[in-house]
């Protein structure tokens, strides 16, 4: 069943409207936060709307939130200008670090491999966020497993030890997603860790 809107609506009204059936933007959360203001978890964009526009009715804290954002370029822009190895002046400012990386990207070369460098990031992240996704659905299973083993519950900062630890001896973690090598890799976590056992 769709959502009906009276006919006189403003776009204003029908913006905030709206907002009440969303959860919250990042932005609008990290503001929040920024200014250290308490929310419900599944805060609406349209209430979480209205705790900034109260905000920042105050000059000095939209004063401090650009600085806030102010900072925050200032340090993207210094992470590029590392990258090419160029010499940063100690006070430097955003408009000179933007000065400095427009020249630099002039030189379509240097944008192709500031691009490239912004991929292999990006795989990074991707493959950081698998490996954390793989290794608590490992320890799910494991955990599923442990009154077989007569074991307690595996707490996640032992496990993930547990798994660095085998990885350094040359071990790989889809071998322990499979079940025939489970209780192999069981024997090994609860020899590691006897006070596991109950």
Known sequence: MGVSFPEDLTKEQGIRLIGTLFEARDYQKEILKFFKIKYDKKITQTRAQDLIDEIFSNEDNKINWKAKLDSIK??????????????????????ISQ?????????????????????????????????????????????????????????????????????????????????????????LLVEKYPELKK
């Open 74 to 95: 200032l340090k993207e822009n210094l992470v590029k200008l590392k990258f090419f190895n160029v010499e940063i002046p100690k006070n430097i400012t955003i408009k």
């Open 99 to 187: 000065d400095v990386i427009k020249e630099l990207f002039e030189d379509e070369e240097k944008e192709k491999q500031w691009n490239k460098r912004i991929d292999e990031i990006e795989t990074e992240k991707q493959l950081k966020e698998d490996r954390k996704e793989e290794i608590k659905e490992l320890l799910y299973l494991f955990n599923s497993d442990r009154l077989i083993h007569e074991c307690e519950k595996i707490p996640q900062k032992l496990f993930l030890e547990f798994i660095e630890g085998l990885e350094t001896e040359g071990h790989k973690i889809k071998h322990l997603t499979d079940l025939n090598n489970m209780n192999y890799y069981f024997d």
